[in-house]
């Protein structure tokens, strides 16, 4: 069975820093993308930033600049660094991963429990 654990959520001050963490636990066979999305209340859930199991990455214009994603294949482990936040980053982040766990079966998206982030003063 395959887990998505998130971490390092929190209040921060406008202009403070943060980093979230998720681990990939479990039977895992092969990794693809890795990435964060958000979702504020009332709102949709959108795209933060996502990368390849090469490193290639994609970050919301919204956010660029300000976070960067990375990931550790060893450990089948992605970070968002986010700096500089802002009220309007407010947000449950979400971890997202497509990985197979078989070779039985193709890979397929997982979703971690989401984790708070509350900017303000």
């Known amino acids: 069975q395959v887990q998505l654990v998130e971490s390092g959520g929190g209040l921060v001050q406008p202009g403070g820093s943060l980093r979230l963490s998720c681990a990939a636990s479990?039977?895992?066979?092969?990794?693809?993308?890795m990435g964060w999305y958000r979702q504020a209340p009332g709102n949709v859930r959108e795209l933060v930033a996502v990368?390849?199991?090469?490193?290639?990455?994609n970050t919301a214009a919204s956010v660029k600049g300000r976070f960067t994603i990375s990931r550790d294949n060893a450990k089948n482990t992605v970070y968002l660094q986010m700096n500089s936040l802002k009220p309007e980053d407010t947000a449950v982040y979400y971890c997202?991963?497509?990985?197979?766990?078989?070779?039985?079966?193709?890979?397929?998206?997982?979703w971690g429990q989401g984790t708070q982030v509350t900017v303000s003063s």
């Open positions: 990368i390849s199991s090469g490193g290639r990455t």
């Open positions: 479990g039977r895992i066979l092969s990794t693809n993308d």
């Open positions: 997202n991963a497509n990985l197979r766990y078989s070779a039985a079966y193709s890979a397929r998206d997982y």
